[in-house]
């Protein structure tokens, strides 16, 4: 089993997309783990998008509906606040985004009849990393265990959070490469 995450341009259609890259290369497709990078919210955020996330509603149930169907072990949607770190967020502040984008997408699911734990099991959550390890890791469970109290509201019977994590880009001087390395090190 490999992990993928695909990214791609026309991510309405990226579930089929994917799905039939597997099929060609005879990929069983239960098994694989993996997410897709799209996240209607995430372009509105990041000034990709200029449509209402909503218009996008139909869109994201079919996509959600074909994920769930047919490659069930990969993550549907990416909440990326790594955007937030490298754009000079505090820890505080992606927790804040990333609470706030999965919040968000839970409240779609009950306004648009999709299960709960569906979503909450699709949801794949990535937070940028600095050198403060000790942070870092405690913005890991502290996000968590508010993610759990967000999924207890919403009634998900089986709460499963994916967190993945990705060395922010931001503190590096351009000056200092040996300073960079032992930064770039802490993180990972």
Known sequence: VLWIELITNDQSNAAKQLEKMLAQRAVQLSSQQGSIA???????AAGLS????????QELKHHLTI???KLPSMKAVKIDAGLVANAGGNISQQIAFALSQGNEYMQWAAENDVDPDQIAGQLHFNFAV???????????????????KVLEQHGVKNPQTFV???????????????NNLLRATTAS
């Open 38 to 44: 799209w996240s209607p919210l995430q372009e509105l």
């Open 50 to 57: 200029a449509d209402s996330a909503l218009l996008k509603s």
């Open 67 to 69: 994920m769930a169907d």
């Open 130 to 148: 600095g050198s403060n390890f000790v942070l870092e890791c405690v913005k890991v469970r502290a996000f968590r265990w508010l993610w759990a």
């Open 164 to 178: 993945s994590t990705e060395t922010a880009t931001i503190g590096y001087s351009i000056y200092d490469s040996h």
